[in-house]
């Protein structure tokens, strides 16, 4: 079987490293490795991952450089990237290998479903998944995966700290259309339920629009750490 490299960008994580745990430590256990490119937290985070047997690297706080810097240490054929707060189904990793072989395709992601069951959040992973898989873009939440050669080949992540994974989808799906997978990876709703669910929407459609029109992704990345 071929062997995954699962590259995770995080800034104080360590309650999720402690809850997932043994889902990672499965992970490990199957022959995979797992990256965790961290940008300075103040918390345990780096000492917990390591505990668990990730490598862990420290870098600045961006999370395009982070994913790239993480893909660059990576050895194995497919690269995963995953959010700390994101856990795959339990068939996820036969899948990503099936689709890559059978289907000859070079990149792809799951649907998503949010952890908080109410009505609301599964109405919002529903409009989400159509979205993602009608333009092609794949966001953090769906957990991209992809060819390392590809990956290579396309430029990988840009040093951006914000909007890295709609600028890198747009440039993959030149080439290609990712497969999108019906099995879901569940996410954390934590952001949505802090901030609210119609402000988070607001905010989320604002900057796509002004990424849209060039507006720099500094003052992007400041609008949304600050909300």
């Known amino acids: 079987m071929h062997k995954l490299s699962f590259i995770i960008p995080t800034l104080n994580e360590e309650e999720y490293f402690t809850q997932q745990q043994p889902f990672l430590q499965s992970l490990l256990q199957q022959g995979h490795e797992i990256i965790v490119v961290d940008g300075g937290s103040t918390d345990k985070s780096v000492v917990t991952a390591k505990s668990i047997g990730c490598i862990c690297i420290s870098t600045k706080p961006s999370r395009g450089y982070q994913l790239r810097v993480g893909a660059e240490k990576s050895t194995y054929p497919i690269l995963v990237f995953m959010h700390a707060d994101t856990t795959l189904p339990s068939s996820g990793i036969d899948s990503i290998l099936k689709v890559m072989s059978t289907h000859k395709v070079d990149?792809?992601?799951?649907?998503?479903?949010?952890?908080?069951?109410k009505y609301i959040f599964k109405i919002i992973a529903w409009f989400m998944n159509k979205?993602?898989?009608?333009?092609?873009?794949?966001?953090?939440?769906h957990t991209l995966f992809v060819k390392r050669s590809t990956y290579f080949e396309r430029g990988g992540f840009s040093d951006i700290p914000i909007m890295e994974d709609i600028e890198f989808s747009k440039r993959l799906k030149k080439y290609s259309h990712p497969a999108c997978l019906n099995e879901t990876v569940t996410t954390s709703s934590?952001?949505?339920?802090?901030?609210?669910?119609?402000?988070?929407?607001?905010?989320?459609?604002?900057?796509r629009i002004l990424f849209y029109f060039g507006v720099p992704v500094e003052k992007l990345a400041k609008q949304y750490y600050s909300s």
């Open 107 to 117: 990149w792809g992601r799951f649907n998503v479903v949010f952890t908080n069951q």
């Open 190 to 207: 934590r952001r949505w339920e802090q901030q609210g669910v119609i402000k988070t929407i607001i905010l989320m459609w604002r900057l």
């Open 131 to 141: 979205r993602s898989c009608l333009s092609g873009i794949v966001t953090g939440d």
